[in-house]
């Protein structure tokens, strides 16, 4: 993926209840033709919402600041809110945390746990309340592919990997194509996917079928405090946790938080690996294509497969256009990826 160019200003969000400023940009990518092409999103949609948590309960967060809000105006409904919304706490201990967003009051957001809890949430921790990007978001009309002819000749799709799966070197979840007026999903005929969610913190790819390139740019607004993701591990055997950090910026091994977070673990020797981490060279053409590197941490320092015992810790690793896969050893306990603002 190739950048061109990174615009900085500022915007900020209708509805809050004290003024919030974040900075925004766009970048520009290139997308090979007759190619996987690996895409991270390294922007946010603006927030629509601001508040403070003035109370925690199951999955619920009472929440004040600005006017009330409509009963369930967070959440989806097709043909009359296009969006999905999650919140995202901004400061405290959860800090760079996320929960899609099931049900509101006037006052409350009701959250999705995913297996999580809201433990560590403290009363006066902010929260913004944070659209996702969807497909026709992110790429109205079929923005930045090759727009298909046919169902069955699809010239672009999308591939989202499979988050939820078990292992190692899973298969795509799910394929989508532009065709028509509207995105539609491979295996659901002709139905409207255009509100189809996309994970801020984890890869997509763009295989194109043809051999032209295209471009694709993508704005937003910029994440100004941490990031924590969740980091599956499988007790019985190894695991990939797909990820795609959410910067706008290069970041190194050495800042990345990996290690200090405890979701990757140091490796007792070469030869035998605990963690690695699998990163994708967009500037090689191809489908299916292994990753490009492995690195791993051993003796106090990142080290690349391959490379001997080369200290590669400050080399900028991560960041816009990398995809990355987090492989854990088989051992038990899931833990997080806590990813600091380092710009």
């Given at each position: ?7 900085v ?14 900075p ?64 995202l ?44 990007w ?120 050495n ?17 035998f ?22 690195y ?48």
């Amino acid at each position: 993926m190739v950048l061109y160019g990174t615009g900085v200003g500022t915007s900020s969000a209708w509805g809050a209840p004290f003024e919030v400023v974040a900075p925004a940009g766009f970048q520009r990518f290139s997308l090979q033709g007759n190619s996987d092409n690996f895409v991270t999103l390294p922007f946010f949609r603006p927030a629509v919402a601001y508040g403070k948590v003035t109370g925690i309960g199951g999955n619920t967060l009472a929440v004040s600041g600005g006017t009330a809000w409509n009963a369930d105006e967070f959440v989806y409904s097709a043909g009359i809110q296009s969006n999905t919304y999650f919140v995202l706490l901004t400061s405290g201990q959860r800090q760079g945390r996320y929960f899609t967003i099931l049900g509101n009051t006037e006052d409350t957001l009701m959250v999705d746990l995913n297996d999580d809890t809201l433990g560590g949430i403290s009363v006066g921790d902010s929260i913004a309340v944070v659209p996702y990007w969807t497909l026709s978001t992110l790429m109205p009309g079929g923005k930045g592919i090759h727009v298909s002819t046919s169902p069955l000749i699809r010239k672009s799709e999308i591939l989202f990997v499979n988050v939820d799966g078990i292992g190692i070197n899973r298969s795509a979840s799910k394929t989508f194509f532009y065709y028509g007026d509207s995105w539609k999903q491979f295996g659901q005929g002709l139905a409207n996917k255009n509100d189809e969610v996309l994970l801020p913190d984890v890869y997509f790819i763009v295989r194109h079928n043809i051999s032209t390139a295209t471009s694709l740019t993508l704005s937003g607004e910029v994440l100004n405090s941490s990031w924590t993701m969740p980091v599956t591990v499988n007790s019985v055997a190894k695991q990939d946790n797909f990820i795609g950090l959410p910067r706008p910026v290069m970041t190194s091994l050495n800042n990345s938080g990996l290690i200090e977070s405890g979701a990757f673990q140091s490796s007792s020797s070469p030869l035998f690996r605990v963690d690695e981490l699998l990163v994708f060279d967009n500037a090689v053409i191809g489908k299916n294509r292994s990753a490009s590197a492995t690195y791993y941490h051993y003796n106090g320092a990142w080290r690349k497969f391959g490379a001997g015992l080369t200290d590669v810790g400050n080399l900028p690793i991560l960041g816009p256009g990398v995809a990355a896969i987090i492989r854990k050893g088989a051992y038990a306990g899931d833990c997080f990826w806590k990813n600091e603002i380092t710009f």
